[in-house]
């Protein structure tokens, strides 16, 4: 049944919903904000610099080195404050992109990054029991493309970049280290670019002319595309302030200066006026499409109303059967490992016994085998010594025979001589 | 009261000076451009009226879009239909549980979908639950509604025509219920707490609020004369009972509270509490439909390996005490045979 259009009503006096925006505002600045930025360069273009420089601050980097064999994504979180509003930034290094041989590989681990957070979200999203209002948000709100200036066109590494993160992330271009083009040579390079990207169908991200309050400067500032940047943390004195510049024999680069680069421009529309339309975008485009190609992929169609709910379910469902079943595969596995080595571990224990065992009795008989060899020596001592005993009372009592005898020989001749 | 000055002037405003500030990076503009898009996108509200004596005979809704200095607000009033007021009234608030479940079973499919881009909230944000005052405290008719209630909608319990009572008879009341509520362990819907960098003034006026829970209102579609103003009220021969104002009754707390300060809280509470709770419900309702598992509640299945574990263990030990012993012993024997 088809709702009636809603009226609207005019009223009759101050009601006090006006303060609802201030209400939301209230709630998200005590929620924090978190913001992402992943930036997609040559190595050595100055991607950290002008990080440091956007946000005023030096975050902690080391120098990439150019011999990384691929490309690898090195997130790094910061926690950031200003007056009462507390930021959680991620910046997302592609380090290693353009260094080597062949190219032909390098987006990949940057799509594969960008999808897997939003992969995490969606997890988080699909739980039974989820905190999606505390959820840390990971996903990447902006791509900073730096461009090198070459001054000529864009590379072909560039354009199958781009065209590969167009669908999936917000990608703002930039010309990186514009100190080196000179403003005629930046008017052509920007012109070539822009039509290069337009003729290739990649789709960046445009600044939002929607909203009266920041169309004007949103549509102008789209004009600028690409923006030419030059970074830079140290302060060099011009005039009596010090500024931060870039200090060459020929003069001096100022950062801040919109005659020298578009930096204060890249400024303003990345963090002062679209920083939340970066994040809304990611949410309900970026991710959406995401999230849609993934609930296909899983087999679920948009058909009918009452089959989404069960379908979805029945494909979660499935799936937790499925881990069910692999966690009681692998409890079995354990299970059966556990009483293998019990077993195991309870042989060797046997076997040592036996061995100790064996050894004792070995031990025993040979102690034994002494004893009886001993046992055996002592009587054949004692026999001997029995037996000499015997010679030896023999030998004495021959010894005293022969002695009476000896004593008796003598007076028989003294009795021959009388007669 | 200026609660909406109150919030905006805690916003940051750096178009003044901060430019020339050098450490100034901009983010703090945030709020701003929260704010600027929240006014663009517009804001929904989705209020019930629950109330025992009502013509009405079914659940009807009345969307309405207004607008107040720029911001928009569509609301929508669901009027409900009376209940209580049968001889045999037993689970006679089933047609508006049925109807709060509805809307959740609704927003749970369209987030579900696969297109997700113009979902209806159609939610119940509030329910403004109306006690009679013509008895002592709750009734067991009000209870049962609340309860069956307070799980799945921010129940704001009201005294409903007030200009009955006196001041005395009021705070009686009002206690009464709040113990009430807490006898039957009714949740209703809790101001949340003010922050501690709120000031003073901030901070009085939250702990009035509190305290004069649950609001005595009066309504009224009439104007009146009184005191040379043309003011909402009602015409009485013994006096004019003023709506708006607040020595009469707590409408204007009722105001503040709901629209002027909390109505996004109340938004709030409903998305990450009672919705999410019925989809937990929900979804392990459906799950247990499917599966006929009762093993619901640890998706990860308790491991009996505890005990063989301890036997083990004992057997081991054992073993390695007898090892030890026949070792000792055969040391024993070298020992006396080379004493020998």
């Not at chain 2, 009201?158 to 009341?173: F, G, M, Q, T, W």
């Amino acid at each position: 049944n088809v709702e009636p259009e809603p009226r609207s009503l005019s009223l009759g006096g101050h009601v006090g919903f006006d303060g609802l925006p201030d209400q939301l505002v209230s709630k998200s600045v005590t929620q924090g904000f978190s913001f992402n930025i992943l930036c997609v360069g040559e190595t050595g273009i100055g991607k950290s610099t002008l990080m440091n420089t956007l946000f005023n601050t030096t975050f902690e980097t080391e120098e990439a080195s150019h011999h990384e064999d691929c490309v690898r994504l090195r997130p790094q979180t910061y926690d950031l404050q200003e007056s009462n509003v507390h930021l959680k930034l991620t910046i997302v290094d592609a380090v290693g992109f353009g260094d080597q041989i062949n190219k032909d590989d390098s987006y990949r681990p940057i799509v594969d990054y960008i999808d897997a957070q939003f992969e995490n979200y969606l997890q988080e999203e699909l739980k039974i029991r989820r905190s999606l209002f505390d959820y840390h948000d990971t996903r990447i709100h902006v791509c900073l493309y730096f461009i090198s200036p070459t001054g000529h066109s864009l590379k072909s590494l560039d354009l199958v970049t781009m065209k590969k993160l167009d669908s999936k992330v917000n990608i703002i271009p930039i010309i990186a280290k514009a100190d080196t083009i000179s403003k005629s040579e930046l008017h052509k390079f920007k012109i070539k670019i822009m039509g290069e990207l337009v003729s290739n169908g990649v789709q960046i991200y445009q600044f939002p002319t929607d909203d009266e309050a920041v169309a004007e400067i949103n549509a102008v500032m789209n004009a600028h595309l690409p923006f030419a940047v030059v970074g830079s943390t140290e302060e060099v004195k011009v005039g009596n302030k010090l500024v931060r510049a870039r200090q060459y024999p020929w003069g001096v680069v100022q950062v801040e200066n919109e005659n020298h680069c578009d930096f204060v421009k890249l400024r303003e529309m990345l963090i002062r006026v679209n920083m939340e339309d970066l994040r809304e975008q990611t949410h309900s485009r970026h991710y959406e499409l995401y999230r849609r190609c993934k609930l296909e992929e899983m087999g679920f169609q948009d058909s009918d109303g009452d089959s989404q709910p069960f379908s979805l379910q029945e494909t979660y469902e499935a799936k937790r059967k499925e881990f069910l079943s692999e966690l009681q595969r692998k409890e079995e596995e354990m299970r059966q490992m556990f009483v293998n080595k019990v077993k195991e571990t309870e042989l060797e224990l046997k076997e040592k016994e036996r061995e100790l065992h064996e050894k004792f009795e070995h031990l025993k008989r040979i102690h034994q085998e002494e004893k009886r060899r001993v046992e055996e020596k002592r009587r054949e001592l004692e026999e001997e010594t029995n037996a000499f005993n015997c010679r030896k009372a023999a030998m004495e009592a021959l010894q005293s025979q022969a002695l009476h005898a000896t004593s008796q020989q003598p007076l028989r001749k003294d009795k021959d001589k009388k007669n | 009261m200026s609660t909406g000055l109150r919030y905006k002037s805690k916003l940051a405003t750096p178009e003044d000076k901060q430019d020339i500030d050098k450490q100034y990076v901009g983010f703090a503009t945030l709020p701003n451009q929260v704010h600027r898009k929240s006014v663009k996108k517009g804001f929904d509200f989705t209020l019930m009226v629950a109330e025992r004596i009502n013509q009405t005979v079914e659940i009807l809704k009345h969307t309405v879009d207004i607008e107040e200095k720029g911001v928009k607000l569509k609301l929508t009033i669901v009027d409900t239909p009376g209940f209580g007021d049968a001889v045999n009234n037993s689970e006679c608030w089933k047609p508006i549980t049925d109807y709060v479940d509805q809307q959740f079973e609704q927003y749970f499919r369209d987030e579900s979908g696969l297109n997700r881009k113009n979902i209806q909230d159609n939610r119940v944000h509030c329910c403004l639950y109306f006690i009679s005052p013509f008895g002592h405290g709750l009734r067991p008719v009000d209870v049962g509604f609340m309860k069956a209630l307070h799980e799945k909608v921010n129940i704001v319990p009201l005294i409903a025509k007030a200009d009955c009572l006196v001041p005395s008879e009021i705070r009686k009341l009002k206690e009464r219920i709040r113990e009430e509520i807490d006898k039957f362990g009714i949740h209703v819907y809790q101001f949340p707490e003010c922050d501690s960098d709120e000031d003073e003034d901030f901070k009085q006026q939250d702990r009035e609020l509190k305290e004069s829970a649950p609001f005595a209102v009066i309504g009224s579609n009439t104007v009146v004369e009184a005191k040379g103003q043309r003011v909402r009220g009602r015409l009485y021969p013994w006096g004019i009972v003023e709506v708006e104002n607040q020595a009469h009754c707590d409408f204007v707390k009722l105001r503040n509270m709901l629209i002027r300060t909390h109505m996004h809280d109340l938004k709030d509470v409903t998305c990450d509490v009672h919705y999410e709770n019925y989809r937990a419900h929900c979804i392990q309702q459906m799950t247990s439909k499917l599966t006929q598992d009762s093993r619901m509640e640890s998706p990860i299945p308790i491991l009996p390996l505890p005990t063989p574990d301890v036997e083990t263990e004992k057997l081991i030990r054992m073993k390695d005490e007898e090892l030890r012993r026949m070792q000792e012993m055969l040391q024993k024997m070298k020992q006396q045979m080379q004493d020998q």
